[in-house]
Each structure stands twice: as C-alpha cells, then as structure tokens.
C-alpha cells in the first residue's frame, strides 16, 4: 500500500530556532516529492523535488530529497512566528496521482 | 487569473440531504482532483479525473460521485449526506508532471 509519513506529527518552538520535518514514503512509480505550507486554507506550494541529493532552497525554507532511502526533510531556520502552520509532504506517482502525509503542526512562539 | 474555484465556501446540511460541491480551473489542466482534510488525517483523496471524460475512484469513495463535465469543471456530489462527511474539502488540477493547485476549500457540516 502506497504511504507517505510525517514526523513529528507535532513541534512546539520559539522564534530563531532551526527545525527539521521528516517525510518518508513507500510509493510505486514515484515521480516526485512536495512540500506544502498550510495555514487556515488551501495548502500553498513550497518545493517539489525529483533528484536525490539537490537541496532546493528559498529564503529561510530548504529541502532535500534522498530516493534511496526514500525521505526527504524541510528544513527552516531562524523560525518567525509567521512559520506556524501545518506543513504537508506529498508524493507524485504516476498517472498524475498523489499522496499526502498527515502534515507536522508546527507552532512557533515569540 | 483565478486558479482553482470552489463553491460553496461553506454549506451546513442535515443527514439524508444531497448537495453537489463545485470546482472550476482556468488553467487548461488536464487532471483534476477532490480531497477531504480531517484533523490528524491529512489531505485524502476521494476521487480524480486525469482528462476530460474519465474518472477513477481515490481512497475514501464511498459516499460520493463525481462529474468531469468538461476540462474546466469537476463537480462533488454527495446524495445523501452523513455526519461522518462533515469535512473541508478541496479541489485540486494539476497539469501532467507538476504541482498541484488548490482551491480554498468548502467547509461542510452535515447535522
């Protein structure tokens, strides 16, 4: 059964800390990996990753995939209170198919 | 450039009654996607259209239908609406190979 997993489930942090979020999948005919950002809506796109290996980055935000081990991690550094959301990780499979983790709440306290 | 619009936003509705859910994209995507979002559950995945005329089940089916009218529209209907699928759902397209695109969601209570 194809799965995408994400931990912590929850992370309680203060303003200026790094956190890493963890993303593994067992999914057949992988594509790629995605990383979305939800606040009170509709998640909103952060990454997609198809090469092991290459860190994609934007400002504070950063992710990295490795198909080998099949995860990849979000990496955000110097967190703003801004930061608080849930953060989905989902796997493309073929045939425009997708499966979503059931996101890391993050919160972050001033 | 509207993306991915949904309506309603928000519908209340009691046990037994039906109500169709609306998705239209302006992006000439060919798939297109309707999701439920339950707490600790994530974003799961009712059913999707990858074209025009097609439609195959997703993971949590039962309850609902859906309509690919054309590669604009995908329409959610339940016929008879339960409690257990009070939820917020989202309409999703996406292109062949690339990210998806949401629309805001519909919060739906059924009483």
């Known amino acids: 059964e194809d799965k995408v997993v994400q931990s912590p489930l929850s992370l309680v942090v203060h303003e200026g800390d790094t956190v890493t979020l963890n993303c593994s999948y067992e999914?057949?005919?992988?594509?790629?990996l995605l990383w979305y950002k939800q606040e009170k809506k509709a998640p909103t796109f952060l990454f997609m990753l198809t090469s092991s290996g290459i860190e994609k980055k934007s400002g504070r935000l950063s992710s990295i995939l490795d198909k080998k081990e099949l995860f990849s991690i979000l990496n955000i550094t110097a967190t703003q209170t801004g930061d608080s959301a849930v953060y989905l990780c989902a796997v493309e499979a073929t045939g425009n198919q997708f499966y979503f983790g059931t996101g890391t709440s993050l919160t972050v306290i001033p | 450039n509207a993306g991915v619009t949904q309506t309603p936003k928000f519908q209340v509705l009691k046990t037994g009654q039906s109500m169709t859910l609306q998705c239209a994209q302006d992006m000439n995507h060919n798939s297109m996607y309707w999701y439920r979002q339950d707490p600790g559950m994530g974003l799961r995945l009712i059913y999707y259209?990858?074209?025009?005329?097609?439609?195959d089940k997703g993971e949590v089916p039962n309850g609902y239908n859906v309509s690919r009218l054309n590669k604009r529209e995908f329409s959610l209907r339940l016929e008879s609406a339960a409690p257990s699928q009070t939820s917020v759902y989202f309409c999703a397209s996406s292109p062949a190979r690339v990210k998806a695109f949401f629309g805001q969601g519909t919060r739906l209570t059924v009483v």
């Open positions: 259209s990858a074209s025009e005329g097609t439609t």
């Open positions: 999914v057949t005919n992988f594509r790629s």
